[in-house]
């Protein structure tokens, strides 16, 4: 089984390493060689080298990083767009506990550098892969990840293969931790140091159907170890081959890894990203560099012509001295003609090829935030700025998707395991004014009941100082530990949401928004006191990319003076609403608690 497996995992690293697919007929891709292309490209470096054929520096023009930073720019949004949502028959308290937890977590364990990460990569590689372990995230190096390369997604590709360099000390540490035989753990150090000019024990983790002894086929990973003695012929050819030992092998039902594509298209796996998009006018852009860099060589020189035979061979700059005359009897002395007459065509060159990468990766100035053309309407800069974002909404909303799925199969189980104990969550600021939104109603409607059992009929006066005491006892210390019995979460019906709306808001508009809310505040000081005012002024903010709870600071006013504002009302004026009136439960009856 061992030899055969190692054969198995070198054939399919050699098709991965070595062999072309056809997408279509003339359509030859090979991934390797295109992840490689993509680090000389970004890096700005050449694959031939940075010396031509005439001994000179070649210069690298970078035309795609700015497009990759644009993208991630555009497609980013963060942890505070993920919510939890009740579903049907749940509780939207104990789901508020949960999210607020999950906040938490997140914060913890830095997922927003996780989310920042896959937005940088994607643009530059196309696709990014990462691997859930009881609940961790790891990122996985393009460089060490063999796929079938014409597989649509990992889950439908007839083997995935990631390669692990381990150095002794490391293979040791990884070995313990996964608890591998330690005889076959020997024998590969062992053999490994028998190994001529290799620096790292080569450790494959596979995942594909495996044959077994008795001819059944199961999906399973495999740890397989490829050492051995490297005898070689006459040729340098490895005669021998090497020895796959076998540390691990167990059925499983899927792979471990999430994969995240910027564009994809039928026929390969790995996505497309910017780099790739512009290998052509990065080429471009080099070549016609490169020829203007060496032009520039002989324009800095300065020559002379002569029909005089006396001045044949001979180099002014050493030969004569400030204030020399010249003899020019036989002949005129004249300075050689050697300017660039290319100059317009290698600039109208170069805004054509630069035209193309913004047409190709949509990063026009507008998005750049760049000034626009003189002359240029701003109706059509908004327009154009405008459709350019919805198509970044559509790429954001497909990362959400796959953001989602990954959350609620490989996070949020392993987090609810982890969560089941009992534990304290601290709310404070925005957090304790919504709870105490959320359950003061419910705390008001049993201190009526109470009243009323005891054979007081209580009015909505009383409901609203009753109020008033429970939002300042709870908000007396600024904050509340809150106390998260064991279990909590196990029955939680939920949904995720991830609101990426408003995050791509323009500036100009959320400036016109806060200036017209300005207005309207200073024209109407008491629009507070009206509920159906509040409500409206807070969704037109809302609507503008405005949050007016993160503006307007929650006022905390002694107990004596709500309850005499509250009093005055019942007095009547001031144009104020009157507060509903809380209907008189029947004898007997039963409250509903959250």
Not at 183 to 188: G, R
């Amino acid at each position: 089984m061992e030899n055969n497996l190692l054969k198995r995992i070198n054939q399919e690293k050699d098709a991965f390493e070595n062999k072309y697919i056809q997408i279509v007929p003339g359509l030859l891709f090979n991934q390797k060689q295109t992840i490689e292309q993509i680090y000389f490209q970004y890096l700005s470096k050449f694959q031939s080298g940075e010396i031509d054929e005439d001994g000179d520096k070649k210069y690298f023009y970078n035309i795609n990083k700015n497009p990759c930073k644009v993208y991630s720019k555009a497609i980013d949004f963060d942890t505070k767009n993920i919510r939890l949502l009740t579903a049907d028959g749940g509780n939207p308290l104990k789901t508020w506990y949960m999210e607020r937890d999950l906040k938490y977590w997140m914060k913890d364990e830095q997922f927003g550098k996780v989310l920042n990460r896959i937005f940088q990569e994607l643009p530059i590689f196309g696709s990014v892969v990462l691997k859930i372990v009881n609940g961790d995230i790891y990122f996985v190096d393009l460089r060490n990840f063999i796929v079938e390369q014409s597989a649509d997604c990992l889950d439908q590709a007839n083997y995935i293969i990631e390669k692990h360099p381990y150095t002794v000390m490391e293979f040791r540490k990884v070995a313990k931790e996964m608890g591998w035989d330690k005889t076959k753990v020997q024998e590969t150090i062992d053999l490994f140091r028998q190994m001529n000019d290799i620096r790292h024990i080569m450790v494959y983790e596979r995942y594909g159907e495996v044959e077994d002894e008795k001819g059944n086929w199961t999906y399973r990973r495999v740890y397989l170890a490829d050492v051995g003695i490297n005898e070689e012929d006459e040729q340098n050819n490895r005669s021998v081959p090497y020895k796959g030992i076998v540390l691990g092998s167990d059925e499983v039902d899927e792979n471990p890894y999430r994969e995240f594509h910027l564009e994809k298209i039928p026929g390969r796996w790995l996505g497309i990203g910017v780099v790739e998009t512009l290998f052509e006018p990065q080429i471009r852009e080099n070549e016609t560099n490169n020829l203007q860099s060496k032009a520039s060589y002989w324009r800095a020189i300065v020559l002379f012509k002569s029909q005089d035979p006396a001045f044949g061979g001979k180099n002014l700059l050493t030969e004569k001295k400030n204030g020399d005359v010249v003899d020019t009897s036989s002949g005129d002395l004249n300075q050689v003609n050697i300017a660039d007459n290319n100059l317009a065509h290698f600039n109208d060159d170069h805004n054509r090829w630069i035209r193309n990468r913004d047409e190709l990766t949509l990063a026009y100035d507008v998005v750049q935030g760049e000034r626009l053309p003189a002359g240029t309407p701003l109706g059509s800069a908004q327009i154009a700025l405008q459709q350019t974002l919805s198509y970044f909404e559509t790429i954001q909303e497909n990362i959400a998707l796959d953001v989602k799925e990954m959350l609620f199969e490989d996070i949020l189980p392993q987090w609810e395991r982890e969560s089941s104990k009992e534990h304290t969550l601290r709310l404070v600021g925005k957090d304790l004014d919504t709870y105490v939104s959320m359950i003061k109603d419910n705390m008001v409607a049993k201190e009526v009941v109470n009243m009323y059992l005891n054979g007081k009929f209580p009015t909505s006066y009383d409901a609203e100082v009753i109020g008033i005491a429970i939002e300042n006892a709870i908000k007396k210390n600024g904050e509340i530990q809150k106390t998260i019995p064991k279990d909590f979460y196990k029955d939680t019906k939920y949904d995720i949401d991830i609101d990426i709306t408003g995050e791509s808001v323009d500036t100009r508009v959320k400036n016109a928004t806060i200036f017209a809310l300005l207005q309207f505040m200073q024209a109407s000081p008491q629009w507070e006191q009206n509920p159906a005012t509040k409500k409206m002024l807070f969704m037109a903010a809302e609507y503008g990319g405005i949050n007016l709870n993160d503006i307007i600071p929650q006022q905390k006013q002694p107990l004596d003076v709500q309850i005499a504002g509250v009093q005055a009302n019942k007095q009547g004026g001031g144009g104020v609403s009157a507060m509903p009136q809380i209907q008189t439960p029947m004898p007997g009856a039963k409250t509903q608690t959250i």
